[in-house]
């Protein structure tokens, strides 16, 4: 009788009704979708909430999985330059955000004519059917996923070092053989299988290598100027040729049943141990043929993909590769973008399922070379990701000796030597950039430095090899004066050394008579370095001409070299300025040659046309605080003629005026895609207030508080002694406008 007093609609059987115990990223139960978009309480019931019972509209009341998911595009220039100038990093770091692997990967050359959101997306890649690409989203389910077993089984291959007694099973290790236990051998182990999501990620980057023949185009141009970094043309063109050879029908069709078909079976390559494939008699061209083609594995595809996001990044807009008479030109950013995305996509593929081998390294390094080259230089994120490319190497026993050996065949072991001195280098450079500690110490590290080859040679093997060999002198080096990539590696390598003895002088603790004589040490022994060079190595001052004939990337290589002599003795002054209190005049000096010379390049800048970003990154490194010294000397001696500088070593006012007038319309072309951009925009920033200030001094004269410069440090003398953290730190006591300076140092 009572329940005929109420409507239909709310007659439910309490049997069938039952709470959603979805929740929200916040925590709350999630709301039904009607109840969600009118902001009105929901009571989360199911099949039917409350209120929309009532209204009498069970059929619009649905719970969504994800209602905030949207499909939209990609950066573009355009849509993200006014972002780029708010934020320090122009691509979002992985795990940001949430979207497919899909919405990642796509071309976005038929939307740069609609409006974009602040964070924008595309995707024109045929979605996968039954697929659940929820690449980073987090939702309750992900956050009760049990470990990857990969990383719970995972066993450590890396014992045999010189470090061995100190390793926590190093007891087992002696003694297992010896009663007749034989040590694990995670290389036996059975392959895990390979959940579906991971197979439908890596499905969702095979969508970009539909274009590969473009790609491969792309990366003919790459090697043509810059001899690749640590991936070397022979290796990668075998790649390139084995993928197409075997995969390019199911390329070309995208259809989705083949491409999952065809990660299925990457991932069944990739999950095969590295090492079974190498021993001390393996050749180069074999090992790069069971990587590729229907042996194809995730790090090579990681690879191609990398290389393309590098040419991306180092030409400039209107370059001849991306324009062509029947089609629009190329959008650069949107393709770097995409290829770098696709390769962090690789490297969190291999992350997640522990591997660890020379494949693996060789993408880690090149992915993070354009990781931060994308991002504002001197970043958090930068310092987080070489961080993680010192604890790869040093996890896989880099830092140890590298030898051939019965599981080691000779290419392998001379590309761990490369790639441990680039990131050995790059560990030091970036400490000194930031003004923090190195990771990797020469205490610990075994710098062994790369034979002088090519890359053709490094690919020989048998009798070739042994010529070839043959050829060198007994130190290494090449004997036919030519400027390599492995000659600039092996100068590298002594310049890290150089200056990680600087750095310890520099944000170490030592009492003044000890970096004193440190200093004095270290600054005879880089003389005599940087002088034993081969003349071939050294940049000729008076004969400049004959240096600017050179290949671009020779050229290249001898700037890095002099700048790299300039820099150190840069800083070991700085830390005797900044730290004894010595007098400056040597500073100085070194800072006119410093910029006498980056005024060359600057110059001469159309003899670097493909190498733009390498040439600011000399601007922003060398040039910035060696032309902010000057100006702050030269208005000085302005201020005070009389005073010891002025009549002992004073600088040509109109010179110097012009040269730092042409430097900061050098700064100003700098576009805001450059990782360096903010670092140089604050660069110009002070010289330009400083040459205002030289050239109109009536603010100064009229008031001489600290109105008319923000900060008395003008009147001072030029160097203050103090801890010396960063080696611009004198320079955050200028504060123009109010505006917060940008960190120098990364």
Known sequence: MTRNLFPARLRMSH??????????????LQSCEPCRKAKLRCDHMMPTCGRCARRNKPEECSYHPAPLTKSTTIPTPEATRDEERTSPVLLRPHGCTRHTEADYLVDTSDTTHMPQPRVTRASSLPAQPGSSLIYGQQTIQELRRPLPENHIRSESTLFQNDAAFMHHAAVLAEIEASIGIMPPNPDMALPLPTPPAYIDKGAAVLTLLKDLPIMMQYIEKWFSFARGVIMIEPMVKIWTSGVWSTWHKVLEGQKPIEIRSMSEKIWENTAKPLSSLLNRHTTPREFCAMVTGEHLRWEVVGIIVTLVALLALTLQ???????????????????????HNASEMCVALCTDFGLMNDLFLWLLYENTVVYCSMRTKGSYQNWVKTGSMSTAVVGFGLHEEIKVDDNTPFFIAEFRKRLFVCVYENDKYSSAYTGRP???????CRLQLPLDLTDAQTMSDGLDLENVLSELDAEGWNQRNQVQRCTFAR?????????EEILEISLGMLPTEEIIRRAADIEAREIETYEGLPPFLRIDDQNLSEHLRQAPYELLFLAYIK????????????????KVGVDATKLLAICRETFSFILVLANNRDCLREFQVDLTQMFCINGVPA???IAVELLHQEQDPSSLSAMTNPLP?????????AFVACLGAIRP?????????????FLKKILDTILDPTPLAANTSTEGLGDTSFTTPLFQTGNDGEFMRWLENMEWEQDSWINFNN
């Open 653 to 661: 006012r109109s010179d110097t005026i012009q040269d730092l007038s």
């Open 627 to 629: 032309a902010a010294v």
């Open 491 to 499: 100068i590298e390598a002594f310049s890290a050394n150089f200056l």
């Open 673 to 685: 895609e450059n990782n360096s951009f903010l670092s140089c925009t604050r660069g110009r920033k």
């Open 563 to 578: 700048l790299g002599h300039l820099g150190h003795h840069f800083l070991l002054q700085r830390a005797l300025v900044k």
């Open 438 to 444: 190195p990771r990797l110490t020469r205490h610990y």
């Open 317 to 339: 807009d209107g370059d001849p590769i991306f324009c062509s008479h029947d089609e629009p030109p190329v959008n650069r950013i949107a393709l770097a973008l995409k290829a």
């Open 15 to 28: 049997q069938n009704r039952r709470l959603n115990n979805s929740y929200r990223r916040n925590g709350k």
